[in-house]
């Protein structure tokens, strides 16, 4: 990344002299004007805005500084230790929510949820369906249904933790399962996340690597008869492809896609059943990205 | 500015004292001929007195009670009774103002007095058959719309930044002397932040775009600017443009429109590149682009923190755009059907002029003068111009349809 000029820095400063402090994450003059003008419009206090931009300097996120994020039409709070939804995340829960038939009482599980977003999105705009929604951090859990009673939605919380094989048992049938898991692998999470990622977000909702696909595979295809969940890169995509299409049972069964996000990358894997569902999720899901299986 | 401000008006006094003419040196009073009367064409007449009779037989028939309730005849019928009152008023007064000015060529000893009261009904007179006139003319199709003003600074640099700057708070002040709801739906400043890159106000008050739609084009300033060093005067021109507003920017209406495109027709940019994204990064950016390729309108939305919104917000204006394209595109047609016969108004692309050291302000289209820049630049006195224009614009048109009933007949 190109450095700071010193001479960008002093126009900052001539500016306001709380924008110097927000060259660092936005790089730019304009976008440091933005961004310090959202937390103008949250701040009470011009004491409070210099600290907040001082925070931002040490790359504190923006989402824990103002502690909300906006997700699609709602504005979903935000707190230290649960992961701050990201845009991606945003673009294909409203492309799928819009998908979803309104008229049916379908059965939404989201998994790892963290700050509750997709669950929340999807019953805001589905109000007919029944989410729950999981996640094994106590943090998130009571982010969940803090969010869910502030925005006045009614979502399911859970805390469980689903790697543990028991987990889905205790659970019913479900039309659709959406997924956010961590997916960055170990090896690459210092080289390639931003700073303000590696310092703040917590870790156990970034760092992973094929186990919550496989876990998909194993034990929650059972339980479903969709699932959209999201990837890191495109070797996770793959990764499930090719355990189903390996799979001679699974291969008649399910049908898998490819989504990507307007950024050009590899963003989600989805797949449905072929018959014997109580939604035609063929139609539901043509256009949504490019079927392999 | 405030030293130029104070040259001119001091430099103004002076010549004033030496011409021993004080009436001149503060001129507040407005120059155009507003107050000469026309008296109305037959034919138009003729059709007022056709919608007098159509709004008989309705009324006959709403007596007898055998229509059920209908919203569009009860506004057709609403306008009817608008008009028809207008008319009744106007053929009162203008009978009375025949009678007056019989008496002043045939009674020498009455006419002093009639000559008095002919000036005192006069200005009234002239309301009512500009109203009558305006009223009988068809009304645009975007009439009852709120509207969506566009800024952009022209040519001349960080002056024209700082115009475009002033032309937002005077359409700002406008709306709020006048009480109606408006917001700011973008609002880019320049990097030192005296001026604006671009600006969108939405006025949602419906009817705004009737009474707006003049402000439509390039506006010329010309006024020694801060920036200049040397006193010299400069000019400088920043573009107005004026949408109607066709739905409210709720998230709702949005999503129906966004979805109402084909996916070739329409580009969704989100300015963001390099690296991974998803997890790996947390940005703030939110911006949105906007491409519509049919009519090759780029839109770019960045105020929100939300993209959501910024989405909206660029559908909204994708809408009032092409709505009004749509609208401009017809009118282009029906014009060419007369082959160019009139001028028309939306051509001019220099609409008005601002005159700083003159304190004038000078609408190029229908020669209207107002020495009062301050009046104008709070808004205050914009209403003087607004109406010119419209007076302007319906003697325009009723030329126009004069010409064609003519032409017909």
Same mark, same amino acid.
């Given at each position: 990344?190109?450095?700071i000029?010193p001479?960008t820095i002093w126009k ?17 003059i304009?976008? /440091?004007k ?19 931009c001082k ?5 504190y996120?923006?989402?824990y500084?103002? %502690? ?12 230290r230790?649960v992961?701050?939804p990201r ?5 294909w ?6 998908r979803?038939p ?12 963290g ?12 109000p ?10 106590p943090l998130?859990?009571?982010l969940?249904?803090?969010? /869910?009673s502030s925005?006045n ?7 469980l ?12 049938n +479900?039309?659709?399962i ?7 692998p170990?090896s690459?999470f ?5 700073r303000s990622?590696?310092? +703040?977000?917590?870790?156990?909702a970034?760092i992973?690597?094929?186990? &919550?696909y496989?876990?998909?595979?194993? +034990?929650?295809l ?8 999201e990837v ?7 990764y499930?492809?090719h355990?189903?299409?390996?799979n /001679?049972?699974l ?6 896609? &490819?989504? &990507?996000?307007?950024? %050009?990358?590899? %963003?989600?894997? +989805?797949?449905?059943?072929? /018959? ?8 539901? &899901?043509?256009?949504f990205?490019?079927?392999k299986? | 500015m405030l030293?130029?401000?104070?040259q001119?008006?001091l430099?103004?006094? #002076?010549?004033?004292?030496?011409l021993?003419?004080?009436k001149?040196c ?16 037959p =034919?138009l #007449?003729?059709r007022a007195?056709? !919608?007098?009779?159509?709004l ?10 055998t ?12 306008? =009817?009774?608008?008009?028809v ?11 009375? @103002?025949r ?6 060529d045939?009674?020498?000893t ?7 009261e ?5 200005p009234n007179?002239?309301k009512?058959?500009?109203?009558l006139?305006a009223q ?5 199709p ?6 969506? #003003?566009e800024i ?9 930044? *700082? ?5 937002? $708070?005077? !359409? *700002?002040?406008y ?8 917001? #700011? *739906? ?7 932040g ?9 006025i ?9 739609r003049?402000?439509?084009g ?5 006024r *020694?600017?801060?920036?200049e $060093? ?9 573009a107005?443009?004026?949408?109607p507003?066709?739905?409210e ?11 109402s ?14 690296g ?7 940005? $703030?950016?939110?911006?949105?682009? =906007?491409t ?18 910024n989405?909206?917000?660029? @559908? ?5 755009? =092409? ?11 029906a ?9 028309t108004?939306d051509?001019s ?12 302000? $000078? ?17 205050e006195?914009?209403d003087d ?5 419209r007076?302007?614009?319906?003697d325009?048109?009723a ?11």
């Open positions: 990344m190109p450095r000029k001479s900052a400063f001539s500016l306001n002299k709380a924008l110097p402090f927000l060259l660092p994450e936005c790089r730019s304009s976008a /440091a933005q961004e310090l003008h959202w937390i103008e419009n949250e701040c009470t206090s011009h004491r409070q805005v210099v600290q907040c925070l931002r300097y040490r790359h996120p923006l989402q500084i103002l %502690r909300s994020q906006p997700f699609g039409p709602l504005s979903v709070k935000c707190e230790g992961l701050i845009w991606e995340t945003e673009e829960t409203m492309d799928l929510a819009q979803l309104a008229s049916q009482k379908l059965q939404i599980l989201d998994l790892c949820t700050t509750g977003c997709v669950a929340l999105l999807l019953k805001h705009l589905r007919k369906s029944t989410v729950h929604a999981i996640d094994c951090s998130a859990f009571k969940v249904s803090l969010n /869910a925005l939605i009614d979502i399911q919380p859970v805390k933790d689903i790697l543990d094989a028991h987990a889905p048992n205790e659970l019913p +479900f039309d659709i959406t997924c956010n898991p961590p997916y960055i170990k690459t210092v080289k390639e996340t931003s990622v590696k310092l +703040f977000e917590p870790k156990l970034l992973g690597e094929t186990e &919550f496989s876990n998909l595979l194993d +034990f929650w059972q339980k479903t008869d969709a699932f959209v969940y890191g890169e495109l070797s996770q995509c793959t499930i492809h355990r189903i299409a390996q /001679a049972q291969s008649d069964l399910w049908r898998v896609g &490819f989504k &990507f996000d307007s950024n %050009r990358q590899a %963003r989600v894997v +989805f797949g449905y059943k072929r /018959a014997h569902t109580t939604l035609n999720w063929e139609k539901v &899901f043509e256009g990205g490019e079927l299986h | 030293l130029s401000r104070l001119t008006n430099v103004g006094s #002076l010549r004033a004292r030496r021993l003419l004080p001149t503060l001129r507040f009073q407005t120059t155009a001929g507003s107050d000469e009367l026309h008296e109305l064409h =034919l #007449l003729e007195k056709k !919608y007098a009779e159509e008989e037989s309705l009324e006959q028939k709403m007596a007898q009670g229509m059920n309730f209908d919203v569009e005849r009860e506004k057709h019928f609403s306008r =009817l009774s608008a008009v009152d207008s008319f009744r008023r106007y053929s009162s007064e203008i009978s009375t @103002f009678e007056l000015q019989a008496m002043v045939e009674d020498p009455l006419r002093e007095e009639a000559e008095q002919i000036q005192d009904i006069k007179l002239v009512t058959s500009s109203a006139l009988l003319l068809p009304p645009h975007f009439a009852d719309r709120p509207c969506i #003003l952009r600074p022209g040519v001349g640099g960080l002056e024209a930044m *700082i115009f475009a700057q002033d032309l937002l $708070t005077m !359409y *700002i002040n709306a709020q002397n006048k009480r109606w709801k408006h917001h #700011l *739906i973008s609002h880019n400043e320049n990097e030192s005296s001026g604006i890159v671009d600006a969108i106000l939405s949602d008050e419906p009817g705004a775009y009737d009474i707006l003049f402000e439509a390039v506006h010329r300033v010309q *020694i600017p801060a920036t $060093t040397k006193g010299r005067t400069h000019t400088s021109t920043a107005v443009i004026v949408l507003q066709m739905a920017d709720t998230e709702k209406e949005a999503d129906s429109y966004e979805r495109f084909k996916p070739d027709e329409i580009r969704i940019d989100v300015m963001r590149a390099r991974k994204g998803g997890q790996h990064v947390n940005t $703030t950016d939110s911006a949105v682009r =906007l519509h390729y049919p009519s090759g309108i780029v839109i770019n939305m960045q105020n929100e923190r939300s993209q959501h919104k989405k909206a917000k660029a @559908f909204a204006i994708l809408r009032a755009r =092409l709505a009004e394209m749509e609208q401009k595109e017809k009118e282009q047609k014009r060419d059907v007369r082959k160019g016969q009139v001028s108004i051509r692309d220099k609409v008005r002029t601002y005159n700083f050291p003159q304190n004038r302000v $000078t609408d190029h289209r229908c020669g209207f003068n107002l020495h009062d820049m301050e009046g104008i630049m709070a808004g006195r914009l111009v607004v109406e010119a224009m007076i302007f614009d319906s325009m048109r030329k126009e349809l004069l010409k064609e009933v003519e032409s017909h007949s």
